[in-house]
């Protein structure tokens, strides 16, 4: 499974292509399989994208995660304090973060 993230050109934040657009949340996230390449120029052309790249991914329970510990990190914040998590309020937002 390939998925794809990248930065946000306006605000700099950690996004994750849903299929038609770019997410905050990585469980949006969707396989782009043979088109990562594709959605990835055609992205970074419109400018709405800084620096996005394809990663591979799994689903584990029907959650979409990133397979490497770094992308991870890059989904869920910080890892120092649970609060500061993109979804603070939910105990299962660093369930799998190791």
């Given at each position: 499974m390939k998925i794809l993230t990248g930065n946000d050109l306006k605000s700099g934040a950690v996004v994750w292509?849903?299929?038609?657009?770019?997410?905050?949340?990585v469980?949006?996230?969707?396989?782009?399989?043979?088109?990562?390449?594709?959605?990835?120029?055609?992205?970074?052309?419109?400018?709405?994208v800084n620096a996005a790249y394809a990663i591979d991914g799994t689903r584990a329970d029907g959650t979409v995660r990133?397979?490497?510990?770094?992308?991870?990190i890059r989904a869920l914040?910080?890892?120092?304090r649970m609060d500061l998590t993109l979804k603070p309020a939910d105990p299962e937002a660093g369930s799998w973060v190791i």
């Open positions: 292509w849903d299929g038609s657009g770019w997410s905050l949340h469980e949006d996230a969707v396989d782009a399989g043979d088109q990562a390449d594709a959605i990835l120029a055609t992205e970074s052309a419109a400018r709405r990133p397979a490497h510990i770094k992308d991870r914040g910080p890892t120092v």
